[in-house]
């Protein structure tokens, strides 16, 4: 059922992925000047002549987010079409289109009229969002013919609240990491896990060692934070495998990401490991906006036995007794 959307599904979401490893590719080798200050042409032209690394890197990754923005019109709107009866879907294409024209807007004026490092840090947050909606979306589609069953899904306001917390806190994560990025701040400290450039566990001197130190914390604390929640699944979820194996799989993927963030630093700006980077925590907060899908299910689905509670309650029942179903 609905085998060549789910097709196109899963061709956008890698297209996507792409999109974000391209930016970051772009960001590490210092390539968002490769077209000059013209968009979406490069260096004015439509074929370039004067051809350059950075201008590979930089036209490269022009070429896949239109691309991208095409193949995501049009999942949108086959999704809406196909399976719109489906409280999620809508709201997904939306957001799915939305932040990816964003996106390409922000980077667009970079590129004509130059940004301030903070603002650019929020580029690659903003294609996050689009990459998870794209991802959501795909989801969805496999769910129709029962390939990924989460019916039975219930989860107690702990685990509801960590879960929420722990997805808005990645959100600062990516972005004080984009920061980074931005400021050329990768290598302000050579060592790791502390920044030991004066002296031993001192504080950070400049602004550029409390961005990456600022960022480090934050990224020790987000591993402990899913260790935690990933512990309370094993714990109290035996019975729904998709939180264990899910949480489990975000405690992989955010132990990899320090993993890679190490090795970045140890390899001087490794751009292998340094996309590796970019990519687990695309991963992980894809993971982390399906938990909260789940989470906004449970919480409908409460309502709706709340509610149908209270009508029994004061004598309103739909279900009808055998002589009106004979009649």
């Known amino acids: 059922m609905h085998r060549k959307l789910k097709w196109f599904a899963v061709l956008t979401t890698v ?5 974000l490893l391209g930016g970051a590719l772009v960001t590490k080798t210092d390539s968002g000047m490769g077209c000059g200050r013209s968009w979406p042409l490069c260096n004015g032209q439509l074929i370039p002549t004067n051809i350059t690394a950075e201008l590979i890197i930089e036209l490269a990754h022009r070429v896949v987010s239109g ?3 095409f193949l995501v019109l049009i999942l949108s709107i086959w999704a809406w079409k196909t399976i719109g009866d489906k409280r999620e879907t809508k709201t997904l294409a939306i957001l799915s289109v939305f932040f990816l024209i964003l996106q390409a807007l922000i980077g667009a004026a970079a590129v004509v009229w130059g940004q301030s490092d903070f603002v650019l840090a929020l580029h690659f947050g903003i294609s996050l969002i689009s990459f998870a909606s794209v991802f959501l979306l795909t989801l969805l589609i496999f769910e129709v013919d029962q390939k990924l069953d989460t019916s039975n899904i219930r989860l107690d306001k702990k685990m509801k609240y960590h879960t929420i917390g722990v997805t808005v806190y990645s959100y600062v994560v990516v972005y004080t990491g984009a920061l980074v990025r931005h400021t050329e701040a990768s ?33 020790g604390l987000i591993f402990l934070w899913i ?14 495998m998709v939180v264990v194996k899910g949480w489990i799989i975000a405690f992989i993927l955010v132990s990899l990401q320090v993993v890679a963030g190490a090795v970045v630093v140890f390899t001087s700006l490794n751009i292998y490991f340094a996309l590796a980077h970019a990519l687990f925590i695309t991963c992980l907060f894809g993971l982390l906006s399906y938990f909260i899908m789940l989470i906004t299910r449970g919480s409908s689905m409460e309502f709706s036995t709340v509610s149908q ?5 004061n004598g309103k029942s739909d279900i009808k007794s055998p002589n009106m179903i004979t009649q």
């Open 15 to 19: 297209v996507m992925v792409f999109v």
């Open 67 to 69: 691309s991208a923005a």
């Open 187 to 219: 290598l302000v400290c050579k060592d790791w896990p502390f920044c030991m450039n004066s002296s031993p566990f001192s504080l950070p001197t400049n602004i550029y060692e409390w961005i990456q130190m600022g960022h480090r914390f934050m990224a």
């Open 227 to 240: 260790g935690y929640i990933t512990w309370m699944a094993i714990k109290h979820y035996k019975d729904q």
């Open 309 to 313: 509670t209270n009508d029994s309650a």
